[in-house]
T-cell receptor
Framework: AQKITQTQPGMFVQEKEAVTLDCTYD???????LFWYKQPSSGEMIFLIY??????QNATEGRYSLNFQKARKSANLVISASQLGDSAMYFC??????????????FGTGTRLQVTL | DSGVTQTPKHLITATGQRVTLRCSPR?????VYWYQQSLDQGLQFLIQ???????AKGNILERFSAQQFPDLHSELNLSSLELGDSALYFC??????????????FGPGTRLTVL
């Protein structure tokens, strides 16, 4: 079974609008971390935001926020006030287990976001 | 700039050959991870080293090997290369430990093309 599911292969959003990129996950481990990365066309992977499984509040980093719904096992990324530079591939990833142990990331298939004028 | 460096940026080689990819982690990070990104497989975890020791292994082929040196830089060796090994290879590093998020910061990647 897929551990990270991103059901939107592609999304369009108008400049200055908000957009939500979906991510659902599957794990039986009570301790895990959820990450979002951005991959522009240049290829590098840029860390955006992190949410821990025990965090009580949704994570926010500037224009990025993570809508964490633990019971539904979803961790959607919300980008507010979209900019042309936000056009990129976005990946959701999960680390299972506590920090300090083997910490591989499992990635979803990604969502390609295109910001239009 | 994540602080993780990878060399070379591009590598073109022939089937059957052997190549070495190099990674230097962020200052202070003890963990190094290798990932492969290909069109058909997506982003796949290969292997993790922590302070010189192998910590976790993923979908890494037997033709591939890695190591982390005392200065914490890491090398990924790919041998008997096949066309299907063409991919973008990422190195990431983190500072794992209690109280940290163990966020992995990625290098710019090495794009390998096997002809």
């Amino acid at each position: 079974a897929q551990k990270i599911t991103q059901t939107q292969p592609g999304m369009f959003v108008q400049e200055k609008e908000a957009v939500t990129l979906d991510c659902t996950y599957d794990t039986s481990d009570p301790s895990y971390g959820l990450f979002w990365y951005k991959q522009p066309s240049s290829g590098e992977m840029i860390f955006l935001i992190y949410q821990g499984s025990y965090d009580q509040q949704n994570a926010t980093e500037g224009r990025y926020s993570l809508n964490f719904q633990k019971a539904r096992k979803s961790a959607n990324l919300v980008i507010s006030a979209s900019q042309l530079g936000d056009s990129a591939m976005y990946f959701c990833a999960m680390r299972e287990g506590t920090t300090g142990t083997a910490s591989k990331l499992t990635f979803g298939t990604g969502t390609r976001l295109q910001v239009t004028l | 700039d994540s602080g993780v460096t990878q060399t070379p940026k591009h590598l073109i080689t022939a089937t059957g050959q052997r190549v070495t990819l190099r990674c230097s982690p962020r200052s202070g990070d003890l963990s190094v991870y290798w990932y492969q990104q290909s069109l058909d497989q997506g982003l796949q975890f290969l292997i993790q080293y922590y302070n010189g020791e192998e910590r976790a292994k993923g979908n890494i082929l037997e033709r591939f090997s890695a190591q982390q040196f005392p200065d914490l830089h890491s090398e990924l060796n790919l041998s008997s290369l096949e066309l299907g090994d063409s991919a973008l290879y990422f190195c990431a590093s983190s500072a794992p430990g209690t109280g940290t998020t163990d966020t992995q910061y990625f290098g710019p990647g090495t794009r390998l093309t096997v002809l």
